[in-house]
Nanobody, 127 residues
Framework: QVQVVESGGGLVQAGGSLRLSCAASGRILSDYFMGWFRQAPGKEREFVAAILDWVNTRYADSVKGRFTISRDNPKNTVYLQMNKLKPEDTGVYYC?????????????????????WGQGTQVTVSS
Protein backbone atom coordinates (compact mmCIF):
# COMPACT_ATOMS: atom_id res chain seq x y z
CA GLN A 1 0.00 0.00 0.00
CA VAL A 2 1.02 3.58 -0.54
CA GLN A 3 1.03 6.18 2.22
CA VAL A 4 0.35 9.82 1.36
CA VAL A 5 1.00 13.00 3.33
CA GLU A 6 -0.35 16.41 2.36
CA SER A 7 1.29 19.78 2.98
CA GLY A 8 1.05 23.36 1.81
CA GLY A 9 -2.25 24.50 3.26
CA GLY A 10 -2.70 27.83 4.97
CA LEU A 11 -4.57 31.09 5.16
CA VAL A 12 -4.78 33.21 2.02
CA GLN A 13 -6.85 36.16 0.85
CA ALA A 14 -9.38 35.78 -1.92
CA GLY A 15 -7.65 35.98 -5.29
CA GLY A 16 -4.44 34.51 -3.92
CA SER A 17 -2.68 31.23 -4.64
CA LEU A 18 -1.49 28.15 -2.80
CA ARG A 19 0.27 24.99 -3.90
CA LEU A 20 -0.53 21.77 -2.09
CA SER A 21 1.83 18.83 -2.15
CA CYS A 22 1.12 15.15 -1.64
CA ALA A 23 4.18 13.05 -0.89
CA ALA A 24 3.83 9.32 -1.33
CA SER A 25 5.84 6.49 0.17
CA GLY A 26 5.67 2.74 0.26
CA ARG A 27 4.88 2.16 -3.40
CA ILE A 28 5.75 3.65 -6.75
CA LEU A 29 3.40 6.55 -7.39
CA SER A 30 3.19 5.84 -11.09
CA ASP A 31 1.19 2.69 -10.24
CA TYR A 32 -1.61 4.88 -8.86
CA PHE A 33 -4.30 7.25 -9.95
CA MET A 34 -4.22 10.28 -7.67
CA GLY A 35 -7.00 12.57 -6.55
CA TRP A 36 -7.59 15.66 -4.45
CA PHE A 37 -10.79 16.05 -2.46
CA ARG A 38 -11.95 18.68 -0.01
CA GLN A 39 -14.38 18.89 2.85
CA ALA A 40 -15.92 22.06 4.22
CA PRO A 41 -17.45 22.15 7.71
CA GLY A 42 -20.83 20.46 7.74
CA LYS A 43 -20.50 19.24 4.17
CA GLU A 44 -19.59 15.98 2.52
CA ARG A 45 -16.17 15.36 1.05
CA GLU A 46 -16.17 16.39 -2.58
CA PHE A 47 -14.01 15.75 -5.61
CA VAL A 48 -11.64 18.51 -6.68
CA ALA A 49 -9.18 17.08 -9.20
CA ALA A 50 -7.59 13.84 -10.34
CA ILE A 51 -4.67 12.76 -12.44
CA LEU A 52 -5.12 9.43 -14.15
CA ASP A 53 -2.10 7.57 -15.53
CA TRP A 54 0.55 9.98 -16.85
CA VAL A 55 -1.32 12.86 -18.45
CA ASN A 56 -5.08 12.60 -18.14
CA THR A 57 -6.47 15.15 -15.69
CA ARG A 58 -9.99 15.78 -14.48
CA TYR A 59 -11.45 18.70 -12.54
CA ALA A 60 -14.61 19.64 -10.72
CA ASP A 61 -16.50 22.34 -12.60
CA SER A 62 -16.06 24.71 -9.66
CA VAL A 63 -12.26 24.73 -9.99
CA LYS A 64 -11.73 24.38 -13.74
CA GLY A 65 -9.44 27.07 -15.06
CA ARG A 66 -8.18 27.93 -11.56
CA PHE A 67 -6.64 24.70 -10.22
CA THR A 68 -4.02 22.49 -11.83
CA ILE A 69 -3.08 18.98 -10.74
CA SER A 70 0.28 17.54 -11.71
CA ARG A 71 2.56 14.70 -10.72
CA ASP A 72 6.31 14.28 -10.43
CA ASN A 73 6.83 10.54 -10.50
CA PRO A 74 10.60 10.57 -9.75
CA LYS A 75 9.82 12.59 -6.63
CA ASN A 76 6.76 10.47 -5.84
CA THR A 77 4.77 13.67 -5.37
CA VAL A 78 1.50 15.09 -6.65
CA TYR A 79 0.73 18.80 -6.61
CA LEU A 80 -2.39 20.92 -6.66
CA GLN A 81 -1.73 24.47 -7.79
CA MET A 82 -4.65 26.66 -6.71
CA ASN A 83 -5.00 30.13 -8.21
CA LYS A 84 -7.69 32.80 -7.93
CA LEU A 85 -8.86 31.29 -4.68
CA LYS A 86 -12.36 32.04 -3.43
CA PRO A 87 -13.82 31.86 0.09
CA GLU A 88 -15.88 28.86 -1.04
CA ASP A 89 -12.63 26.96 -1.65
CA THR A 90 -12.13 26.84 2.13
CA GLY A 91 -11.91 23.36 3.61
CA VAL A 92 -9.66 20.47 4.49
CA TYR A 93 -7.96 19.16 1.38
CA TYR A 94 -7.20 15.46 1.15
CA CYS A 95 -4.90 13.59 -1.16
CA UNK A 96 -6.04 10.12 -2.21
CA UNK A 97 -4.48 7.24 -4.13
CA UNK A 98 -6.07 4.38 -6.02
CA UNK A 99 -4.20 1.51 -7.62
CA UNK A 100 -4.53 2.03 -11.35
CA UNK A 101 -7.27 0.05 -13.02
CA UNK A 102 -9.53 0.67 -15.99
CA UNK A 103 -12.76 1.23 -14.06
CA UNK A 104 -11.35 4.35 -12.42
CA UNK A 105 -11.64 6.30 -15.65
CA UNK A 106 -15.37 6.49 -14.91
CA UNK A 107 -15.39 6.47 -11.09
CA UNK A 108 -12.54 8.87 -10.26
CA UNK A 109 -14.94 11.38 -8.65
CA UNK A 110 -16.12 8.90 -6.04
CA UNK A 111 -14.63 8.87 -2.56
CA UNK A 112 -15.04 5.11 -2.42
CA UNK A 113 -12.80 4.60 -5.45
CA UNK A 114 -9.70 5.50 -3.47
CA UNK A 115 -8.04 3.17 -1.00
CA UNK A 116 -5.42 5.39 0.56
CA TRP A 117 -5.97 8.80 2.14
CA GLY A 118 -3.84 11.39 3.84
CA GLN A 119 -4.68 13.28 7.02
CA GLY A 120 -5.61 16.43 5.16
CA THR A 121 -4.35 20.00 5.11
CA GLN A 122 -6.45 23.04 5.98
CA VAL A 123 -7.01 25.74 3.36
CA THR A 124 -8.74 28.93 4.49
CA VAL A 125 -9.58 31.69 2.03
CA SER A 126 -10.61 35.00 3.57
CA SER A 127 -12.81 37.50 1.77
Amino acid sequence: QVQVVESGGGLVQAGGSLRLSCAASGRILSDYFMGWFRQAPGKEREFVAAILDWVNTRYADSVKGRFTISRDNPKNTVYLQMNKLKPEDTGVYYCAAALAKGGLYSTYKEVGSYDNWGQGTQVTVSS
